[in-house]
């Protein structure tokens, strides 16, 4: 069973099950890790009885979801079936049964591993005949001519079409073509040349594709007219192709796709000689194919690296560069980033008579989440500016949030009033993790969800709830890449964990207050990298 993955951010994956069961998650001890912040650690899980595959949820929070139904119980999977988790998407996939793989003759069919092929020494001195010693001596010319002739730099369309001129040069045909694999297993046609210009389509049989391609045998069909494989290939026989030789594109690191030629009529039959010296061809080919695919590689890498540097500035750029000054209160905000970028935002808004206090998390990663940060920021603007209270805001930049992005892009937030005078805070929480009101006497309340995410539903309400700050009372408000940071055993930091922290550092001033909680996750994690922002919030009030 080959799972496909398309993840939230429009990554695409795959993941082929090895064993009887595969289970998904964020977790690293999950056989499939998705960098979701929203599934559960191991989220749901497919399993093999006898020859049927089924999938079931293992108690997430936000279900498991097979062709948009919600799981209530284990259900059997079929190839087209899609399962939805969070904001990813898996399509299910069954290979071909197949045949066995080896060197096999068929007939007028003779298949032979490539590489036993490659791996054929050189004729012994003694006993081999002058004829087999030419042979063998004008075929190490070829590949070295080949060798530099591929040495130079060259983009991977000119490589496939100066492969395919060796190929008609040394090994002589009508029409040949390159087919590589796909991330998804599938070949696609990436080359083709031919002698003939009234040549129809290059198309070969699933059988050549899958013997040659996927399990790496050269191929030598002698007649495919005589070989009821090939017969049923109308692309082949209706075109008077009549002789086949293939081999696969073959690295250490394994096959990357065939190469095939083909002869019409009776002009030309391949011979065993000319399937070893394609094979030949064939390998020296792949090791430049995989060089360019290594330097496509390593610009998209580049690409995306200065895409995430992009992301990172303009995330950067929505922080506050500082915070007010409140009488009678002290605060800190802090943004340590991960590897990576995440949508962490937070500010602090001065208002006629109240401050304004927020802090958010969007879904997503890069360049998007960025995006979705900005236009978050930009929809609670007005609103906030306008004095409406916490629910209102939320509830107007929710609707706004739906209307503008994808079904799969939402954000938590926590957002909240606080009355400088009195002390008292009014506070909307949407999802977001639960801020923490530490009194001065070490007693932790919880400030948890009174509504969904930002932008989940089309039309949410949202409740608000109130708290007080006494002299010496510290609110923290903070993100899920404080409490989901993991040590090497893969056990999170955890709420559990940050309120007794709070207990014991209560009396610290907010930045002071900060760092220690950062010490103290370096030490939790243990050098770990962090897989998602720190941001944090810590605002005490100094007097009454």
Same mark, same amino acid.
């Given at each position: 069973?080959?799972?496909?993955?398309?993840?939230?951010?429009?990554?695409?994956?795959?993941?082929?099950?090895?064993?009887?069961?595969?289970?998904?998650?964020?977790?690293?001890?999950?056989?499939?890790? !998705?960098?979701?912040?929203?599934?559960?650690?191991?989220?749901?899980?497919?399993? =093999?009885?006898?020859? %049927?595959?089924?999938? #079931?949820?293992?108690?997430?929070?936000?279900?498991?979801?097979?062709?948009?139904?919600?799981?209530?119980?284990?259900?059997?999977? +079929?190839?087209?079936?899609?399962?939805? &988790?969070?904001?990813?998407?898996?399509?299910?996939?069954? @290979?071909?049964?197949?045949?066995?793989?080896?060197?096999?003759?068929?007939?007028?069919?003779?298949?032979?591993?490539?590489?036993?092929?490659?791996?054929?020494?050189?004729?012994?001195?003694?006993?081999?005949?002058?004829?087999?010693?030419?042979?063998?001596?004008?075929?190490?010319?070829?590949?070295?001519?080949?060798?530099?002739?591929?040495?130079?730099? *060259?983009?991977?369309?000119?490589?496939? @079409?100066?492969? !395919?001129?060796?190929?008609?040069?040394?090994?002589?045909?009508?029409?040949?073509?390159?087919?590589?694999?796909?991330?998804?297993? +599938? /070949?696609?046609?990436?080359?083709?040349?031919?002698?003939?210009?009234?040549?129809?389509?290059?198309?070969?049989?699933?059988?050549?594709?899958?013997?040659?391609?996927?399990?790496?045998?050269?191929?030598?069909?002698? @007649?495919?007219?005589?070989?009821?494989?090939?017969?049923?290939?109308?692309?082949?026989?209706?075109?008077?192709?009549?002789?086949?030789?293939?081999?696969?594109?073959?690295?250490?690191?394994?096959?990357?796709?065939? *190469?095939?030629?083909?002869?019409?009529?009776?002009? =030309?039959?391949?011979?065993?000689?000319?399937?070893?010296?394609?094979?030949?061809?064939?390998?020296?080919?792949? !090791?430049?194919?995989?060089?360019?695919?290594?330097?496509?590689?390593?610009?998209?890498?580049?690409?995306?690296? #200065?895409?995430?540097?992009?992301?990172?500035? &303009?995330?950067?750029?929505?922080?506050?560069?500082?915070?007010?000054?409140? #009488?009678?209160?002290?605060?800190?905000?802090?943004?340590?980033?991960?590897?990576?970028?995440?949508? @962490?935002?937070?500010?602090?808004?001065?208002?006629?008579?109240?401050?304004?206090?927020?802090?958010?998390?969007?879904?997503?990663?890069?360049?998007?989440?960025?995006?979705?940060?900005?236009?978050? %920021?930009?929809?609670?603007?007005?609103?906030?500016?306008?004095?409406?209270?916490? $629910?209102?805001?939320?509830?107007?930049?929710?609707?706004?949030?739906?209307?503008?992005?994808?079904?799969? +892009?939402?954000?938590?937030?926590?957002?909240?009033?606080?009355?400088?005078?009195?002390?008292?805070?009014? /506070?909307?929480?949407?999802?977001?993790?639960?801020?923490?009101?530490?009194?001065?006497?070490?007693?932790?309340?919880?400030?948890?969800?009174?509504?969904?995410?930002?932008?989940?539903?089309?039309?949410?309400?949202?409740?608000?709830?109130? *708290?007080?700050? %006494?002299?010496?009372?510290?609110?923290? !408000?903070?993100?899920?890449? *404080?409490? #989901?940071?993991?040590?090497?055993?893969?056990?999170?930091?955890?709420?559990?964990?940050?309120? %007794?922290?709070?207990?014991?550092?209560?009396?610290?001033?907010? +930045?002071?207050?900060?760092?220690?909680? $950062?010490?103290?996750?370096?030490?939790?994690?243990?050098?770990?990298?962090?897989?998602?922002?720190?941001?944090?919030?810590?605002?005490?009030?100094?007097?009454?």
């Amino acid at each position: 069973m080959l799972l496909r993955v398309q993840t939230a951010d429009g990554e695409t994956l795959q993941h082929r099950a090895e064993d009887d069961e595969v289970t998904v998650g964020r977790s690293s001890s999950a056989h499939l890790t !998705l960098s979701d912040r929203f599934l559960s650690r191991v989220h749901a899980r497919f399993y =093999r009885v006898d020859d %049927e595959w089924w999938v #079931e949820d293992l108690g997430s929070r936000n279900g498991t979801h097979l062709n948009d139904q919600r799981l209530e119980e284990a259900a059997q999977v +079929k190839a087209g079936d899609t399962i939805r &988790i969070s904001g990813c998407v898996i399509t299910v996939e069954f @290979d071909d049964p197949g045949k066995s793989s080896g060197s096999t003759d068929w007939g007028a069919t003779i298949f032979r591993a490539a590489s036993d092929l490659l791996q054929t020494d050189a004729p012994a001195a003694v006993a081999a005949s002058p004829d087999d010693l030419r042979g063998y001596a004008e075929r190490l010319r070829v590949l070295n001519e080949v060798h530099h002739a591929l040495s130079r730099p *060259i983009s991977l369309q000119e490589l496939l @079409d100066l492969i !395919l001129d060796r190929a008609f040069e040394h090994v002589g045909c009508e029409e040949g073509a390159i087919f590589l694999r796909e991330s998804n297993g +599938k /070949y696609e046609r990436a080359a083709i040349r031919s002698t003939n210009t009234e040549s129809g389509e290059y198309l070969y049989s699933v059988t050549l594709l899958r013997e040659v391609g996927d399990k790496g045998l050269a191929a030598l069909v002698l @007649d495919a007219g005589a070989d009821e494989r090939f017969r049923d290939a109308m692309s082949i026989m209706s075109s008077g192709v009549r002789s086949l030789v293939a081999a696969p594109l073959m690295d250490p690191e394994g096959s990357l796709g065939l *190469i095939v030629l083909n002869s019409r009529l009776h002009k =030309r039959q391949f011979t065993e000689d000319d399937m070893s010296l394609l094979t030949s061809l064939a390998s020296v080919a792949a !090791l430049r194919i995989r060089n360019v695919a290594l330097a496509i590689e390593a610009a998209e890498r580049q690409r995306l690296q #200065e895409e995430l540097d992009l992301a990172r500035r &303009i995330q950067v750029a929505l922080l506050p560069a500082s915070l007010p000054e409140i #009488e009678g209160y002290e605060l800190c905000g802090t943004n340590l980033p991960s590897r990576g970028v995440s949508g @962490d935002f937070y500010e602090i808004v001065p208002r006629e008579s109240d401050y304004f206090l927020l802090i958010a998390d969007v879904s997503g990663k890069g360049i998007a989440a960025s995006l979705l940060t900005a236009s978050f %920021e930009a929809l609670a603007a007005g609103p906030i500016e306008d004095g409406a209270p916490p $629910e209102q805001v939320t509830a107007r930049v929710s609707k706004r949030l739906f209307e503008r992005t994808p079904p799969a +892009k939402y954000a938590t937030a926590w957002l909240g009033t606080l009355d400088h005078r009195t002390g008292a805070v009014r /506070y909307t929480n949407a999802g977001h993790n639960p801020a923490l009101h530490v009194r001065s006497s070490g007693e932790v309340e919880i400030l948890g969800p009174t509504g969904v995410p930002v932008g989940l539903l089309q039309n949410s309400s949202y409740e608000a709830s109130d *708290i007080t700050l %006494e002299s010496n009372d510290l609110l923290l !408000l903070y993100t899920d890449g *404080i409490t #989901e940071s993991e040590d090497h055993d893969g056990e999170e930091f955890g709420l559990e964990r940050l309120m %007794e922290f709070c207990r014991e550092h209560r009396d610290l001033a907010p +930045k002071e207050f900060a760092r220690a909680l $950062e010490t103290d996750l370096d030490s939790f994690t243990r050098g770990q990298p962090a897989a998602d922002d720190r941001t944090v919030v810590v605002l005490r009030r100094t007097s009454d």
